[in-house]
């Protein structure tokens, strides 16, 4: 019988405080080998079906694997726990084969009696899709990820085949489907496990003590401190270098980086820009910098006047001097965005003109919407680093000098990161700063995922709540027609629209920076998670 919630936090935390402190002792006293990675909050759970923040994913990760994969660092889809895959000609049908013998960590709940087979496929997927399944109301899942790119209404059938052949039929082409599949939240989880948690009458543990098939299985949490992970010894790819994995859950940025020199953390994610210089003059340190595939915005939720009217976004968006914003919060470590997709992305509209810093236009929109003497916004930011936004207050503080300069006065507002990504995606705020990361290299992880009409729905990701018909259009064709150069079309007139409507205030696009010391080796800066599969560390 599995234990209270409390014993197994206490229980477990007294655990937790031993392994970080040998975690840092020299390599004479530690017996394991153990990683370090200084990441930045604390996630909202361990099953990336349940929510859409990158912390809660990159957590997640080491625990699990999906039928295919993005080769390492890049967008290439190749069989994981799937051996191989059929697609037919008219792009209707998917047939996977399962590799055999793919073991299940264990922990003090439950012992696996059998390995990796199709009900847990079916499983996974139907849990997210419908709404009579034992699992769906388990929790509070949402399923936005599921949802937000649009599943539901694409998937026909997922039928079990035989134990290792499983079989999805979709109502319609989707050109973006096998990427889809790679994405976290469609990772593959164990059936059996969940059905022993059922009878249990405890279903609430299979996501916050989650097993899966993944390099390394879960110890332990404890809010604020740390996450434990150890090497799974049954992996089907074989064991990992690393003993054990522990995140140490530190918020400041500062403090990262002083933990990171100090030796305390081996890893650590989203350096200050301004402080790269000095780190990649520090030789025990390395820098592994990209282009982020991102975007920061400012969201203006077109369902509330006055923003329902397209002049006063457009104002808003003239008003705000976004090179002098973007040299001051990302200094060497962004670009000004122009496009809700990120330069280099296929179908980026590079002939597409940024709106110019024009505060003499912007209050002469605001004088022809009917609004001579302003009006008052509240301008919500994000209470912590992210990965497209580095200083999310220090934004907020110059959008708003910027437009009260026009007449618009603004209330600034944020939550704890929990609190604010549930209450923005509820549509309460006028104006939001958010951003998004590519999860799969295609366009429609942005263009769909968060402008669709499908996404306006409370708890969507379309968080500035606006269903354009002829942008819908354009992304609704773009997902049926495999022809690249058909779907660059359409999503290049779809960033036209964006464009003309403005829905967002976009605002930049990033350079993804993780620094790491130079005795950690075979480390990947990936963009769609944290990857630990195969990293050593050398003795020092």
């Given at each position: 019988m599995?234990?209270p ?8 935390a007294?655990?937790l ?5 040998l975690a840092?002792t ?11 990675y ?5 996630p ?8 859409t923040?990158g912390?809660?994913v ?7 694997n999906?039928?295919?994969e993005?080769?390492?660092g ?18 209707l049908?998917y047939?996977f084969r399962?590799?055999?013998?793919v ?14 087979n199709?009900d ?20 509070p899942?949402?399923y ?10 694409l998937?026909?059938?997922?039928e ?11 109502n319609?082409?989707?050109a973006?489907f096998?990427?889809d599949?790679?994405?976290p939240f469609?990772s593959i989880?164990?059936?059996e496990?969940?059905?022993?948690l059922?009878?249990a ?6 996501d916050?003590?989650?097993i ?14 740390a996450?434990?992970?150890?090497a799974?010894?049954?992996?089907w ?7 054990n994995l522990?995140?140490?859950?530190t918020p ?18 989203f350096?200050?820009p ?8 520090d ?18 939720n077109t369902r509330?006047?006055p ?14 001097d976004k ?8 200094q ?10 990120p330069?280099?992305m ?7 003109e940024?709106h110019p ?5 912007a ?5 022809e919407?009917g ?6 916004l509240?301008l919500?930011y994000?209470p912590v680093?992210r990965?497209?936004m ?5 934004a907020?503080e110059?959008?708003r000098?910027?437009?009260?300069r026009i007449?618009i ?7 704890n990161?929990?609190?604010y ?6 549509g309460e ?8 990361t590519g999860d ?5 992880n ?5 402008l669709?009409c ?8 379309n968080?500035a709540?606006?269903c354009n018909p ?9 997902k ?11 999503y ?15 605002i ?11 005795e ?7 963009l769609?998670?944290?990857?630990f599969?195969?990293v050593?560390?050398?003795a020092?």
């Amino acid at each position: 019988m599995p234990l209270p919630p409390k014993t197994f936090t206490k229980r477990l935390a007294k655990g937790l405080c031993v392994l970080v402190v040998l975690a840092g002792t020299s390599g004479a006293a530690q017996a394991d080998k153990s990683l370090v990675y200084c990441t930045e909050g604390n996630p909202q759970s361990f099953n990336a079906q349940v929510s859409t923040s990158g912390t809660s994913v990159n957590a997640a990760s080491p625990l699990f694997n999906n039928l295919v994969e993005f080769g390492r660092g890049t967008q290439i889809i190749t069989p994981a726990l799937a051996e191989s895959y059929t697609v037919s000609d008219d792009g209707l049908v998917y047939d996977f084969r399962l590799r055999r013998n793919v073991r299940f960590h264990s922990n003090e709940h439950f012992t696996p009696s059998r390995t990796l087979n199709a009900d847990d496929v079916l499983f996974s997927i139907e849990r997210q899709w419908k709404s009579d399944h034992p699992y769906h109301n388990v929790g509070p899942a949402t399923y936005d990820y599921f949802r937000g790119m649009g599943l539901p209404t694409l998937l026909k059938s997922v039928e079990k085949l035989d134990d290792h052949g499983v079989r999805i039929t979709l109502n319609r082409p989707e050109a973006p489907f096998l990427a889809d599949l790679a994405m976290p939240f469609l990772s593959i989880q164990s059936a059996e496990y969940a059905d022993s948690l059922m009878k249990a009458k405890r279903p609430e543990l299979f996501d916050e003590e989650p097993i899966g098939t993944g390099p390394f299985r879960l110890v332990s949490y404890q809010r604020d401190l740390a996450i434990r992970y150890k090497a799974f010894d049954g992996y089907w790819q074989g064991r990992q270098p690393l003993d054990n994995l522990i995140y140490s859950i530190t918020p400041n940025i500062a403090v990262r980086l002083n933990k990171l020199r100090s030796g305390e953390c081996h890893v650590m994610i989203f350096p200050n820009p301004a402080e790269l210089g000095k780190i990649e003059k520090d030789p025990n340190l390395v820098i592994e910098q990209q282009d982020g595939k991102n975007v920061a915005y400012m969201a203006l939720n077109t369902r509330k006047p006055p923003l329902d009217d397209v002049r006063v976004r457009r104002a808003v968006t003239l008003a705000i001097d976004k090179r002098t914003l973007v040299d001051a919060v990302y200094q060497n470590g962004g670009r000004p965005a122009k496009n809700p997709i990120p330069p280099g992305m296929w179908s980026y509209d590079d002939s597409i003109e940024d709106h110019p810093f024009d505060p003499v236009a912007a209050r002469r929109l605001l004088i022809e919407a009917g609004y001579p003497e302003g009006f008052t916004l509240d301008l919500w930011y994000p209470p912590v680093t992210r990965p497209y936004m580095p200083n999310g207050k220090r934004a907020a503080e110059m959008i708003r000098e910027n437009l009260e300069r026009i007449g618009i006065k603004v209330s600034l507002k944020t939550e704890n990161w929990g609190n604010y990504r549930s209450r923005v995606t509820q549509g309460e705020q006028d104006m939001v700063i958010y951003g998004w990361t590519g999860d799969n290299g295609d366009p429609d992880n942005f263009l769909y995922f968060l402008l669709s009409c499908t996404g306006v729905q409370p708890g969507g990701t379309n968080v500035a709540r606006w269903c354009n018909p002829d942008f819908e259009e354009q992304i609704t064709k773009a997902k049926s027609d495999n022809d690249i150069e058909k779907r660059a079309a359409y999503y290049r007139k779809a960033q036209q629209i964006f464009n003309r409507e403005m829905p967002w205030f976009p605002i930049a696009n990033t350079f993804i920076a993780v620094v790491h010391r130079k005795e950690v080796k075979n480390y990947t800066n990936n963009l769609f998670k944290q990857d630990f599969s195969g990293v050593d560390i050398e003795a020092q």
